[in-house]
């Protein structure tokens, strides 16, 4: 029997059940034939493909790659392998593995759509290069102690690590105008977001761009692809000129607050996925959370600077004050002495270190300042003001007076709080002055003369005993002090009265006389 020998028929049938796309042009670079395989990625149906050249189907295919490898196997009659990335007139584009044969009648081209791996391997490459931006922004704000730096660090590593055609860090001051903090990217193309510089938020060339929808609303905004949105129709021409397509602006945050964005540009439509989005999230959180750090340790350093400042004042009030100021802890050992306690006391700051301030009161006085004391401590911030003496180095006393706070429940103080300061000179004058007074009454009151003292206007300052019982005899009471001697006397009597303490007044008053006006005479 004879072997029968496969025919166009059987040829078309194998092919058509085929995988893999298979498509021949003659050589007028019309299709002839093509499966069913090819027409399901061709983006035609069969009759839009047979009879019609790959040019009128594919305009521009005669400067591609592909095209050329077409041509020389058509011409030299040699196959050409070669793997593709073919953009169809629709705008989107697959990946081929080709194998290209030649025949006499054109060339017959095998096609393995290879557009899923190479999609998988890029969204694989694409995770790891956003696993290490990630990874690299976290060591920086673990690292960088300065804000400036870290954002464009953060920059830097969006280009460099994320490959990223563009990043900007924009922040917004209090009335909503933006300020780049950082900009990077391939080229020039930073030069295009200093165009936001000065802008306010709500500017029309702002507003609907995802960076004004992110200050706007707090959350994230994203636009696949650029030169489709109407949001970014004024910034077209940069950005077809930069190769942007697709554009993510995330918000920054302080304490709740949106203060600015960080922007990510990329030259592929649809870049910005499901897992884009989610790390890349995680870059904003991780940025806001250091801009917080940042703030919360400038406000740390200012609490710091202020807390030394008011330290110091306070020393320097505390030190160089001619008062002595104690602390003492609730059971009345000292744990601070003003350097005016040592000058006073004689004792050096160590010696009174951790002493009991009972000792150091006179025994008299003790038992009343540990009463007062009791009292206070019963009542938070209550005081009262004392006069004691307290013991100098030498074994002698010394005067005090001054006020014992309880500031026990004062942050940074927690201690009996004692303000005094040394009255040992003023005391001594005033227990001379009483001392005096005492010696003057007994020196008038011993006498039977009558003594007083009147003023210019007649009114008594002062008389002793004999005078004020004279007084009450004659006149049934004695003179109140202050009162006018003559009211009542008869008109001789107080002229001539008055005469008299003119008289005696002029004798006194001499240039070394230390007497003021006053009228002496004997019972009579």
Known sequence: MQEKKPGSQDFHFMFDHMLEGVQILDRQWRYTYVNDALVGYSRYSRQELLGHTIMECYPGIEQTEVFAAMKRCMKLLIPEKLQNEFTFPDGSSGHF?????????????????????VMASEKLLKANRLYAFNSAINHSIVQITDREELLSNACRIAIEIGAFKMAVITLMDPDGNLHIVSARGEGQVAQEAVKYAGMHKDDPLVRDTPTGKALRSGKHAVSNDVLADSGMAQWKEGLVKYGIRSSISFPLSNFGKTIGVIGFHSGIVGFFDEQEVFLLSEVATDLSFALEAFVKAEKYDAANRLIEANEKRF???IEKSADMKTLANREGRLFYCSPTVTKVLGYKAEELQDRLVFDLIHPDDRSDFVKKRNKILKKAGDYFQ????????????????????????????EAMVTNLRDITDKKAAELQ????????????????????SVDKNYRLITANEPFNELVTLTRGAAIPKGSKILEGAPAEQALLFQKSCVLITRSLSGPKSRFTPSA????S
């Open 386 to 413: 004392f006069q004691h003496r307290r013991l100098h180095k030498n074994r002698k006393w010394v005067w005090c007076e001054g006020t014992l706070t309880n500031l026990l429940h004062e942050p940074g103080v």
């Open 315 to 317: 020393r320097a009030l």
């Open 97 to 117: 593995e080709l194998s290209i044969q030649p025949f006499d009648d054109g060339i017959f081209i095998f096609s393995v759509d290879r557009t899923q791996q």
């Open 433 to 452: 002055k009483e001392f005096d007074a005492s010696n003057q009454y007994a020196l008038i009151n011993n006498t039977s003369d009558l003594m007083w």
């Open 520 to 523: 002496r005479t004997k019972p």
